[in-house]
């Protein structure tokens, strides 16, 4: 059970505050839009990796008159006037995203991951340099140095992948292509990667060839504050990250680093290089995330999320998938459909007709397109915030094997089992 889900009258409280708010807007075929989203929220098992569902304060706080002030610039240094409030709302999540991090410097204005990412690349490189980043097909991110991004087209990018047989890192691959192409950064972090990452042996081959080490932890963020995965600190020279995935906060980014000198350097990428005014509202939403991702609760939630994946991993592979690396030690894993006549795609649209969201995502050596694909991605950073538990993973992974084994077949009672779940743990 999660903070919030520990007291029945708070959930309800938070379901009716919702459904009033959107019911009460003017703009009624908008808030038809918004109603009908948050019905497939309710009505719907969700395994997108990357997605969460927020405290009510977060809401409230994205939702509030914040949204209002422009403020660019940070907190005793604005461009404007009336800043005296969001200074503190500010400075406030900064202390708590430095004290989860255990960091010296946080920025937390970041829009987005991308853009986070993006300011690191403004704030230590210039066009053309070396960026060595995991290829997308082995779990990396697209701005790790996909050729459609804005990393792939202004920087020179090598890319490492995984063990063609355990599908882990190759750390000697890592080494080597950092030796032969020298690059000015090297990244590590991932969007699909279902294993521990080594930090400390990335620190070194950065070392060894003068580069700078971004971690990008935006998957596994939640994992790292609570202890369930290695810290990228003392390691990266600068980490960044999301805030709605594992760590359960608003959508947005944040860059942290120890180095006063790349701090004072992010912060100009961050604006004015990059973004104008911050989001205020996000920003009050962020700080009010690392402070609930500072408590056990959390941290027990955490726990499960890892749980979950686990025995989620294991009823899959009872039932005959394969998953990429043969399991999972965070909170995804990636079904591996190489060699079978199912795609990606065809997988997650099939499930989606039994309200099971997922997303396809490649393998490492995928045969098939991007929009194919041979993977699905699956998580329980979702789920395990409703309250599911290690048990409810084997009913899931029935009903995907139901759906996928029959694809011509009735979804009725599929669905069925879906709704029974989604009504056990619903949503507050
Ligand atoms: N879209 C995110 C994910 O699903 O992992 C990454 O940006």
């Avoid at 020179?156 to 192409?181: C, E, T």
């Avoid at 911050?278 to 890892?306: D, N, Q, W």
């Avoid at 309200?355 to 998580?379: C, E, F, M, W």
């Amino acid at each position: 059970m999660t903070q919030w889900q520990n007291t029945e009258q708070q959930g309800h409280a938070v379901t009716h505050n919702i459904g009033l708010m959107h019911h009460a807007m003017m703009d009624q075929e908008m808030a038809n839009f918004i109603n009908a989203e948050n019905k497939r929220q309710q009505d719907h098992i969700e395994l997108i990796a990357s997605e969460n569902f927020v405290s009510r304060d977060i809401l409230m706080a994205v939702g509030s008159i914040l949204t209002n002030k422009y403020a660019e610039g940070y907190p005793g240094k604005r461009y404007y006037g009336g800043c005296e409030y969001v200074d503190q709302v500010e400075q406030l999540a900064i202390e708590r995203a430095k004290s989860l991090f255990g960091c010296g410097f946080a920025n937390i204005q970041p829009h987005s991951g991308s853009q986070a990412n993006q300011a690191v690349f403004l704030a230590l490189l210039n066009p053309g340099d070396t960026i060595l980043g995991m290829s997308m097909d082995a779990g990396g991110h697209l701005t790790h140095g996909a050729k459609v991004s804005l990393t792939g087209k202004w920087f020179n990018i090598v890319s490492y992948g995984v063990h063609p047989v355990s599908h882990r890192l190759d750390m000697d691959q890592v080494r080597d292509l950092a030796k032969k192409h020298r690059p000015k950064l090297i990244i590590v972090g991932a969007s699909s990667y279902p294993r521990v990452l080594n930090f400390k042996e990335f620190r070194e081959i950065a070392d060894e060839v003068g580069a700078f080490l971004l971690a990008d932890v935006a998957h596994i963020s939640g994992l790292i504050v609570t202890g369930h995965h290695p810290h990228p600190f003392p390691h990266a020279h600068v980490v960044t990250s999301t805030t709605h995935k594992t760590l359960r906060g608003p959508r947005g980014g944040i860059v942290l680093t120890n180095e006063e000198g790349l701090a004072k350097k992010i912060d100009g990428a961050v604006f004015p290089g990059l973004q104008g005014g911050p989001l205020m509202h996000v920003i009050a939403a962020k700080g009010i995330c690392f402070k609930e991702a500072s408590t056990p609760e959390f941290s027990h939630y955490i726990r499960s999320v890892c749980d979950n994946s686990a025995a989620l991993g294991r009823a899959l592979t009872q039932r005959g998938y394969h998953l990429v690396s043969g399991g999972t030690d965070n909170h995804l894993l990636v079904v591996d459909f190489s060699g079978s006549a199912l795609s990606g795609q065809a997988a997650q649209q099939a499930l989606e007709a039994v309200r099971i969201t997922a997303n396809k995502n490649g393998v490492p050596n995928d045969q098939r397109s991007y929009v194919q694909t041979s993977g699905l991605r699956l998580g329980t950073a979702a789920v395990t915030t409703r309250g599911f538990m290690a048990a409810d993973m084997d009913i899931i992974a029935q009903c995907i094997h139901q759906r996928l084994n029959d694809l011509g077949g009735p979804v009725d009672a599929v669905i069925k089992q879906v709704q029974a779940l989604c009504r056990t743990y619903p949503l507050q």
